[in-house]
């Protein structure tokens, strides 16, 4: 406490840093900063145990550093656990570079962040996320040879939204089957929140097997092209929770389910594809198990662009990338099984499995 109370404001900032990744068990941070292109960006490696440490880079207008130290903390985490519960050979990382993407992308600042990507040798591989696209990772490929999430053209396997997407229905598929005894989801209404890349093509999947679609987005012109292309129901931002759904699929930002949100839900099961989706996974894990919703966890379901992107790393085949999306339904129902003999909340059911992965092959690392 003594120290705390003489160290000047930057220092303690550094200290709130380190006890972030001491609590959340982080290998690395960089932070990056270029004054030419305004870069600033921050890369965060969580676990390479299982292999480099492959996720997204996210272009977001943070109010604050602090903001964004965590949410490229927790995202990378995140990371960790998705590559780990998928069975790929790949850690944990996320970056993210803060402004905003409708108006602050340049050539020069994502080749810049490219050179910072290089720095690391290969411990970091980024990829797309919110806010930028395969056009920005071919900018970085500049740069870079750690970068996946490539268009077609430079051997990569182009948006890997449409796989993210693919997943994510599958677990929807899942929960409906562990929910309502069948996994149709014909007549169902679901709820879609954020119309961006995974948003729309999953819009695409319900609409062909004839759910009742409702569709939310702070952005107009997303709100009013996918209505000219599909059959849905606009819900006001402000009425999200509340709405009379039978299905939540979060596919915008983190943390929207909260305490507020949780007590006006009126849903079944929660499916998206959004990461992080539980602000706190200890308490509102157990408030939906409680409140008898049924919670597919995001990292699990929301793995088919990973895939997409991982096998990049490999001989890309689209296929193979679609084979194993599939699978995410039988792992999602597995994990709904595991609750349901052990009685904890479904995303320790899927932490258990993930950790025990990571732990088995670091025991392994360590006898080399
Ligand atoms: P995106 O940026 O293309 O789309 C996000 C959409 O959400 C945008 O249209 C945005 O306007 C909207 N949005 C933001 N805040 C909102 C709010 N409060 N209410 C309603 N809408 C809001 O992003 P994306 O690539 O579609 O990813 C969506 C989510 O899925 C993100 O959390 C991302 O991390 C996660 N995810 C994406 C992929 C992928 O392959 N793209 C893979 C895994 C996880």
């Known amino acids: 406490m003594a120290i705390a109370a003489n160290v000047t404001p930057e220092v303690s900032e550094s200290f709130t840093v380190f006890s972030q990744m001491t609590s959340m068990d982080h290998e690395q941070v960089v932070f990056c900063h270029d004054r030419a292109s305004g870069l600033k960006s921050i890369i965060a490696v969580h676990n390479t145990v299982l292999g480099p440490a492959l996720g997204g880079t996210r272009f977001w207008n943070y109010s604050n550093d602090r903001e964004a130290v965590t949410d490229a903390l927790r995202l990378s985490r995140g990371m960790t656990y998705k590559a780990a519960i998928t069975g790929l050979h790949l850690g944990g990382g996320k970056a993210v570079i803060i402004g905003n993407s409708r108006t602050d992308k340049t050539e020069a600042l994502f080749r810049r962040y490219g050179k910072f ?51 994510v229905y599958m677990g929807m598929k899942a929960a409906a089957n562990k929910a309502y005894g069948n996994d149709s989801l014909k007549g169902k209404k679901v709820m879609v929140q954020g119309i ?161 992965r990571i732990r088995s092959i670091a025991q392994l690392n360590a006898k080399r």
Not at 216 to 229: G, H, N, P, V, W
């Open 117 to 167: 990507v290089q720095s690391l040798s290969g411990k970091y591989i980024t990829a797309e996320d919110v806010g930028t696209s395969k056009d920005d990772m071919e900018w970085i490929s500049r740069e870079t040879k750690y970068v996946t999430g490539l268009p077609e053209y430079l051997g990569g396997g182009g948006d890997p939204s449409p796989f993210t997407a693919l997943g």
């Open 196 to 356: 961006g890349h995974v948003g729309e093509h999953l819009v695409a999947f319900l609409d062909k097997e004839g759910a009742e679609i409702m569709v939310t987005d702070i952005f107009e012109d997303r709100l009013a092209e996918i209505s000219k292309r599909f059959k849905v129901t606009v819900i006001k931002t402000e009425d999200t929770y509340s709405a009379d759904m039978d299905i939540y699929a979060p596919c915008a930002l983190g943390a929207t389910v909260n305490s507020e949100n949780i007590e006006l839900l009126k849903c079944a099961i929660i499916a998206g594809a959004a990461n992080n989706q539980l602000a706190d996974e200890e308490i509102h894990g157990q408030m939906l198990l409680e409140k008898g919703i049924l919670y597919a966890p995001d990292f699990v379901i929301n793995a088919g662009g990973l895939i997409n992107v991982g096998m990049e790393l490999e001989v890309y085949n689209r296929e193979r990338v679609k084979t194993e999306t599939e699978k995410i339904y039988q792992r999602t129902l597995s994990i709904f099984k595991l609750s349901h003999e052990k009685k904890v909340p479904t995303h320790k059911a899927a932490n258990e499995m993930a950790e025990a």
